[in-house]
């Protein structure tokens, strides 16, 4: 076989099931209708403009349902949603989206998670210079002794495949990975040398770590120690039983996800794409507890979080939930420019967050110091202090690979050449 068709077969399945799904995309209808506004501050920056191009990005068919919040110097400027809460690809949509419908942040979640850690470590109750088998003996098995907390949170562990055996589907329904099998994992280089996505391995770890020595759950931490402090609603490890069908419903549309990249996303989830996209669609999986994956909430409620992050920590009621000191060292702490093992491109992680960049980012160019997280394909969530900006641009579907996902990404980008940049409030690497 010639070189140039081994690397088609790699790159496809095959050629004959690529050429057999032409591009999956929903009718949308009347876009007028289908819109969402909220109480939104007056800007002089065209802010409409941008939701313009977000109705044609939607109007492309590859989601269900968009919602774009923008907060701007403390105020909401943009407060939006188009589409339905569920509608999957030959079948009839359902309700609707509005202001009130939560979204499923997907990995965004583990900003949330991570800032939970940041709470506990202000607490003296996690040290992130700890190894982890201080906190959970027995997990030093097979050379992983060396790991730290600090590593768990800023992707460098080297261990960011799930194991193999592990009933994932039946794990991830019920909320419940079993932990203990992380600790058969062997790393795949030192700690610390080298960055990879982890997508659920080392969040796992950190939820067994928090709760132990939290002395409560990890839904319960998180409204305790940061949300019902800050005053803030919403924003919780899935919903309640009696809220499921209010949840916005995830299509797999786009074409079929090219071999290399389901790859990826099979070994680092632990389930291929097709699978993931159902489970998230199920009573299961919106009601359990997941800090990798599950936070569930609108644009405004993300936003709020985000603008209690660019406060220094201050809520929405003026309470004091983290220092700014706090913050700075997630945001500040940052891996230098890889090529990140997971995704095989450019990434800098702070600690739980993914980071901004000039020449490279989630979240458009000229972006140095913004921080923030993608989620499951589209889902991007970010604060950017040089713009005092915070920005949770939400959807319900899942292309892994479409033509239209370049106006997405033009959404970011027209966004950050819309608002002038300042300068950042202390010294970024």
């Not at 690809?89 to 359902?94: N, R, T």
């Not at 003296?124 to 700890?130: S, T, V």
């Not at 203990?180 to 067994?208: F, M």
């Not at 924003?235 to 309640?240: D, F």
């Amino acid at each position: 076989m010639s070189p140039v068709r081994r690397a088609v077969r790699q790159l496809f399945r095959s050629p004959e099931q690529w050429l057999a799904r032409i591009e999956t995309t929903l009718p949308t209808g009347d876009t007028d209708a289908l819109t969402k506004i909220g109480q939104e501050s007056p800007s002089n920056l065209d802010f409409e403009g941008l939701w313009r191009e977000t109705v044609q990005f939607y109007a492309g068919g590859l989601h269900p349902a968009v919602g774009l919040t923008v907060f701007h110097k403390g105020r909401c400027v943009l407060d939006r949603t188009i589409g339905h809460v569920s509608h999957q690809p030959g079948e009839p949509p359902g309700e609707v989206v509005g202001l009130d419908t939560p979204f499923n942040l997907f990995s965004a979640t583990k900003i949330l998670t991570a800032m939970l850690i940041h709470a506990l470590a202000e607490d003296h109750l996690i040290d992130l210079d700890k190894r982890v088998c201080h906190y959970l003996p027995g997990f030093e098995a097979h050379g992983k002794g060396h790991i730290r907390v600090r590593h768990l949170l800023n992707h460098t562990a080297g261990i960011p495949d799930m194991p193999t055996g592990i009933d994932l589907k039946a794990a991830l329904q019920t909320g419940q990975v079993p932990w203990e099998s992380l600790y058969e994992l062997k790393p795949k280089w030192e700690p610390g040398r080298r960055h990879a996505y982890h997508a659920v391995t080392s969040w796992v770890l950190l939820q067994r770590i928090a709760e132990q020595v939290g002395g409560k759950s990890l839904q319960e931490l998180l409204a305790s120690r940061l949300i019902g402090p800050a005053g803030l609603s919403g924003l919780t490890y899935g919903v309640a039983a009696d809220q499921v069908h209010r949840v916005a419903k995830h299509a797999y549309t786009g074409l079929a996800a090219p071999r290399l990249m389901a790859d990826v996303f099979e070994r680092n989830i632990g389930l291929d794409l097709d699978t993931a996209v159902r489970l998230t669609n199920t009573p299961e999986f919106l009601t359990a507890v997941l800090p990798s994956a599950n936070i569930c909430g609108t644009g405004r409620q993300v936003c709020d979080f985000l603008q209690m992050l660019l406060d220094g920590g201050v809520g929405p009621n003026g309470q004091r939930v983290l220092q700014q000191r706090t913050i700075d060292n997630a945001i500040s702490d940052v891996t230098p420019v890889q090529l990140d093992g997971t995704f095989g491109f450019p990434m800098r992680y702070g600690l739980g967050v993914m980071m901004g960049g000039m020449r490279f980012s989630l979240f458009g160019l000229n972006t140095r110091g913004a921080f923030g997280h993608l989620g499951f394909t589209g889902v991007v969530v970010y604060a950017d202090p040089a713009r005092e900006l915070a920005v949770a641009f939400l959807n319900t579907g899942k292309p892994m690979m479409a033509p239209g996902m370049v106006r997405w990404y033009w959404i970011l980008q027209r966004l950050t050449m819309l608002v002038p940049r300042g300068r950042l409030p202390w010294r970024h690497p």
